[in-house]
């Protein structure tokens, strides 16, 4: 792999206009269509977070304010550099409408909103899907010389199929019978705005009503990390870093929404080792995303 | 200096003192929307203290110390205690403070007070809360909020109108405070209905607690038992929320209110949860000397209280369950048992909440593994239960209702002492929202 150092921190909403005129490109047959992953690790030196982002990102989640960095917050700060990878003109598939399937991610210290960050990222796992064509972008956040935070992010292509990669079996569908809930999450319609106030991601799809319907979708839906960081947040006090969490989504939250979250904690010699967790539509009775937060300590 | 006495001649002591239930008063509990509409917490307050004042004849007296509470309170309220002690009959020299514990506040204030005057630090005091749902704070959205907040801060012009560019139009819709636990979003309600479920309490059972309630209470106020505990307000004499009449057939026909989207079968109604409510209560406790010098009556002795709290915001335990681990806490402390109380006084936030308690005590498995006893403490003689009606009858002004249960139940106990002519002993039980609990002992000699 090779190793290109970015300047300064790459700006979400020029990446996206650049992922809007690939498309258009593309679908006027300009331009050739790469059919393998770059083989490079985009990386940007000293990031600095203003703690009133920190704040923010910290009071939407409805969490405390602290001087430590949500997990999915560092997401948000690295998210950029794995755009930039993601719209190189190299890189095999379309950005605009791809599907947010899984995280995972490493949570190894408690990373104080002061310390400069290293932050790369690179894609890796291209790989058939049953309704496309699946990646895993990968990214590592360093701080004082090591590794604080590692993650891998999912990301399907519908309908997308390059030479060369067989096409998977759709997985059996079981049904999902919700639990019971111990939360429930009123979205309102600006919950995707306001998600893209505090992250920076602007993607269209969580914006408005409008803007998602440009790209396909009948409403705006809520932005996975956001709902991600929502059940972090409420673990926040009793998980403490090292841990890993990870969440796999399956139906989009069309906005506004009333979601119902189980969340079951469970403990080893007294102490927190992992809480596994459930989001559903209250009235729907659709599954919405399903994962766990785990302990890394001893 | 400090083993000086203070103008009352008030000394520490080394040897705890009894600290007595004098008497108490409370104006009659509303229903929300209702004959208090108009009333603010501070006036419902004011009128508790000065009914207590008339009935002891306390008018300019220093009373030691005055503790009150309301759990819905203006930011303007932010003395609500002491401006209700300047408005009131009371001497104006008499300190007081605010407490908040959201439904355990009255209790609280009694146990609070009561250790105090255990010290010696005080030789009288009055417990009190106060609640108005009708009357209810409204603040401005947190959008608003910040802008107005940040204007403050804004230096220049252009500054100025950088931050007002910032509203929204959703901005101006106010916030109204509701029932929904913080940190799950779900209502107190819900909370319960998933506790209700867990420990399958029937709708039967709850309607038959309800009606019970509602009976007891009728019955009490049909023998004069609150005469020399309320003081008509507003044109009300009795709770508004009193249905005499109700019968299970009645309650049978209500739909179910909470819980309707939690899976399981949903049985908890408007006929057996308590509605919001609004009132004041008020307890003057004191030293056994201060009642025999001042010539007032003593109905029963503060012996001890337990708080507790339970995990609930990932449903390791319901919402409401605390006062299941409290009041075998503080039972072990005091070396008792059900057998030896006379009344238990379980306030009503719904009924399945009181029937979850019940349960939790008389289940093998609960009392083994959550309470590591080795046998379960039994079942609590329905005939001992909220003889006089509770919450679900008189409705429940959330921080008033502590004040109504030590009052009712010191009384109840002093009348069982005097018409047996033996000690008796009652069992005090609040549920109060954050997964808390507070209990208490009460005894007649």
């Known amino acids: 792999m090779s190793e290109v150092i970015l300047g300064e921190m790459p700006t979400l909403s020029r990446l996206y206009l650049t992922a809007a005129s690939t ?89 104080h909103f002061a310390e400069p960050l290293t932050v790369t990222a690179w894609a890796e796992g291209l790989r058939g899907h049953h309704a496309g064509t699946q990646v895993e972008l990968h990214t590592r956040i360093e701080a004082g010389g090591e590794t604080v935070w590692e993650g891998v992010s999912d990301y399907l292509a519908k309908a997308v199929y390059l030479p060369g990669l067989d096409k998977a079996l759709r997985p059996e569908r079981t049904d999902f019978i919700p639990p019971q809930p111990t939360a429930r999450w009123r979205l309102g319609p600006e919950a995707g705005r306001e998600y893209a106030g505090v992250s920076g991601d602007f993607n269209p799809i969580h914006l408005s009503a409008v803007s998602a319907k440009m790209l396909g979708l009948k409403r705006s839906i809520a932005h996975g990390m956001y709902l991600a960081s929502r059940v972090l947040t409420s673990v926040e006090a009793t998980a403490s870093e090292p841990f890993a969490w990870r969440i796999d989504f399956a139906a989009p939250v069309f906005l506004p929404a009333t979601v119902a979250v189980r969340i079951h904690d469970t403990e080893r010699d007294g102490s927190w080792e992992a809480s596994e967790f459930t989001g559903w539509g209250e009235r729907s009775h659709r599954l919405h995303f399903t994962g766990s937060v785990n302990t890394l300590a001893g | ?97 605010d407490l908040q514990q959201a439904c355990a506040t009255g209790l609280e204030t009694v146990v609070g007070l009561a250790n105090k005057i255990k010290l010696g630090q005080i030789d009288s005091a009055i417990a009190g809360g106060v609640d108005s749902a009708s009357d209810a704070p409204i603040a401005v959205s947190e959008g608003l909020r910040a802008v107005l907040l940040e204007l403050h801060r804004a230096k220049t012009v252009q500054q100025k109108l950088t931050t007002l560019a910032k509203l929204r139009p959703k901005d101006l819709a106010p916030n109204a405070p509701d029932t929904a636990e913080p940190r799950t979003g779900l209502s107190m309600g819900e909370h319960q ?100 010098s001042n010539d007032l009556p003593v109905l029963a002795e503060v012996v001890d209280s337990e708080a507790a709290a339970v995990d609930f915001v990932h449903g390791k335990e319901g919402l409401l369950m605390a006062p299941a681990y409290a009041v075998p806490r503080l039972l072990a402390r005091q070396g008792l048992t059900f057998a030896d109380f006379d009344f238990f006084e379980i306030h009503e936030a719904f009924a399945g909440t009181v029937l979850c308690h019940m349960a939790a005590w008389e ?56 018409a047996e002519s033996r000690p008796t002993r009652g069992l005090i039980s609040v549920c109060a929202a954050g997964g808390m609990g507070v209990v208490a002992i009460l005894e007649a000699n």
Not at chain 2, 1 to 21: F, I
Not at chain 2, 213 to 219: E, G, P, Q, T
Not at chain 2, 366 to 391: E, H, M, W, Y
């Open chain 1, 23 to 111: 498309a258009a490109r593309h679908k006027l047959g300009v331009g050739q269509q790469a059919d393998q992953l770059p083989a490079v690790r985009h990386t940007v030196d000293g990031v600095h977070i203003a703690p009133e982002r920190v704040s923010g990102f910290q009071q939407l989640m409805h969490g405390t304010v602290r001087d430590t960095l949500p997990s999915v917050f560092l997401h948000s700060v690295a998210f950029p550099v794995v755009m930039s990878v993601m719209t190189r003109p190299d890189f095999p598939l379309p950005l605009l409408g791809m599907v947010h399937l899984a995280n995972r991610v490493n949570h190894l210290r408690p990373v």
């Open chain 2, 1 to 97: 200096m400090a083993a000086s006495p203070d103008a009352t001649g008030t000394r520490p002591a080394n040897v705890l003192r009894k600290a007595v239930v004098i008497g108490g008063n409370r104006i009659p509990f509303a229903r929300a929307n209702g004959a208090y509409t108009q009333a603010s917490n501070q006036d419902m307050l004011t009128a508790a203290l000065d009914g207590l004042v008339a009935r002891f004849g306390l008018q300019d007296e220093r009373i030691g110390e005055v503790a009150a509470g309301a759990v819905l309170k203006h930011s303007r309220d932010f003395n609500l205690t002491r401006e209700a002690v300047i408005g009131s009959a009371l001497s104006p020299e008499t300190p007081a403070y």
């Open chain 2, 193 to 292: 209905a998933l506790t209700t479920a867990a420990w399958n309490v029937t709708r039967e059972a709850q309607d038959e607690l309800s009606l019970a309630s509602h009976r007891n209470l009728a019955a009490a106020y049909e023998r004069g038992f609150f005469d020399d505990l309320m003081t008509p307000y507003r044109g009300l004499a009795k709770d508004s929320n009193l249905r005499a009449d109700t019968t299970l057939e009645k309650l049978a026909k209500l739909q179910p209110v909470f819980g309707k989207n939690l899976g399981a079968e949903a049985t908890m109604t408007a006929g057996n949860s308590t509605p919001l409510t609004d009132g004041a209560s008020a307890v003057l406790i004191g030293s056994e000397e201060y009642a025999r």
């Open chain 2, 363 to 418: 289940s093998e498995e609960f009392c083994r593994n959550k309470l590591g006893l080795q046998k379960p403490l039994g079942a609590i003689d329905r005939t001992r239960l909220n003889v006089n009606g509770s919450s679900l009858a008189t409705g429940h002004p959330f921080a008033a209702t502590g004040g109504r249960l030590v009052a009712t139940l010191a009384k109840m106990l002093r009348e069982k002492t005097d």
